[in-house]
């Protein structure tokens, strides 16, 4: 984290003398040194937007399809001030073997009356120690259609866009080999 933030700050302060060197030792005219002098500090702030990512802030990004979750925060909607509520869900990837593999990630939902009971289900287990994955879903399962070529989703109609529907499975503990005396 360290690293990224010295290059750029590094970066930072490689453009802004290459823009003074622009600016005192070039024969162009100063509407073109102005433009020059406006594009780098729009460039400042919009590199900074995109800087917020590596800070940690929750991304807005689409959930993966395959996760394990590690913590939840619920912000709730606040009627009396228009403020809109959010889920936020610290996640790891999965591989496809169910391993857990890449540093955790923060990613914030919109609000929805659904997801906020699924997450806070997913709350009560993680603080009961439970371990759980969750996975996207993209519309509920029909128990009768069990042909194989049978579509097993049906759609519950439009989802919203940025509201996407999640299910928590509980992780079952490792087990170990079973342990051997070694006599000498």
Request: hydrophobic share 40%; with cysteine; charged share 25%.
């Amino acid at each position: 984290m360290v690293e990224e933030r010295l290059l750029l700050i590094f970066s930072y302060l490689l453009i802004a003398s290459l823009l003074l060197l622009f600016c005192f030792y070039t024969s162009f005219t100063k509407k073109i040194k102005l433009w020059g002098v406006v594009l780098v500090t729009v460039f400042y702030f919009f590199s900074w937007n995109i800087y917020t990512n590596i800070l940690g802030w929750p991304s807005a990004q689409n959930l993966p399809e395959e996760f394990r979750i590690i913590w939840v925060a619920v912000e709730e909607p606040k009627k009396e001030t228009g403020k809109e509520g959010g889920l936020y869900l610290w996640v790891r990837l999965l591989d496809e073997a169910k391993i857990v593999h890449g540093k955790p990630r923060a990613y914030k939902l919109e609000w929805s009356e659904e997801n906020y009971k699924k997450a806070q289900f997913a709350l009560l287990k993680l603080k009961e120690g439970e371990q759980l994955n969750g996975k996207k879903t993209y519309g509920v399962v029909i128990k009768d259609k069990e042909a194989d070529n049978a579509n097993l989703y049906e759609s519950q109609g439009e989802q919203e866009e940025g509201v996407p529907s999640f299910e928590f499975v509980e992780v079952a503990p490792r087990t170990l080999p079973p342990k051997t005396l070694i006599q000498n």
